[in-house]
């Protein structure tokens, strides 16, 4: 399963794929002259992001990293399903659907605080963003979220997960005791 990143989770993604013992392979990311985002999956990258389920790494953070994760989620569903319409060049390579398996990792989620309505007409901004993601994708784990009941009903299966035990831990063993 190779773990893959735009530009907002690189080390995380690279250091994730180093522990899975699998593939890290680097999503290409740029903006334009007039600041639009760009991604695309590196054509050598195509046949191993079609041959397996792939875990994304990418955050909601700011609001480019929003952005810039619907785009990479978006390039690779249409790579897995083997859509080529809208190509204006050719396309040498396979083109069946593959099916499912594209897994969203959010080491930060952009909003989280933005969980309910203090006024009529408000948007609840965590949930918004939770629905466009999971349009796109067919798992997704966030770490260390704010209220992970706002994310409930999301089409996407969900996984809340914390660091909190690794942090405990590392304070523990590396800490003075007579620092607590």
């Given at each position: 399963m190779p773990v893959l990143s735009g530009a907002s989770g690189v080390d995380i993604a690279?250091?994730?794929?180093?522990?899975?013992?699998?593939?890290?392979?680097?999503?290409e990311s740029r903006r334009f002259p007039d600041?639009?985002?760009?991604?695309?999956?590196?054509?050598?990258?195509?046949?191993?992001?079609?041959?397996?389920?792939?875990?994304?790494?990418?955050?909601?953070?700011?609001?480019?990293g929003i952005m810039q994760t619907l785009?990479?989620?978006?390039?690779?569903?249409?790579?897995?399903?083997?859509?080529?319409?809208?190509?204006?060049?050719?396309?040498?390579g396979e083109t069946h659907d593959v099916g499912p398996g594209i897994f969203l990792a959010i080491p930060?989620?952009?909003?989280?605080?933005?969980?309910?309505?203090?006024?009529?007409?408000?948007?609840?901004?965590a949930k918004l963003v939770a629905d466009l993601i999971s349009e796109l994708c067919d798992g997704v784990v966030i770490l260390d979220l704010h209220a992970p009941e706002v994310l409930?009903?999301?089409?996407?299966?969900?996984?809340f997960v914390s660091s909190m035990p690794e942090i405990a831990e590392s304070l523990r063993r590396d800490?003075?005791?007579d620092l607590f």
């Open positions: 690279s250091g994730l794929a180093v522990i899975l013992g699998t593939q890290y392979v680097a999503l600041g639009e985002a760009y991604v695309r999956i590196p054509p050598e990258s195509i046949e191993s992001v079609r041959s397996e389920s792939v875990v994304l790494v990418s955050n909601t953070f700011p609001d480019s785009f990479l989620l978006g390039a690779l569903r249409d790579v897995r399903k083997g859509d080529l319409s809208s190509l204006k060049g050719d396309w040498e930060y989620y952009g909003y989280a605080r933005q969980d309910k309505r203090f006024g009529f007409g408000e948007s609840v901004s409930g009903g999301m089409e996407a299966d969900i996984e800490v003075s005791p």
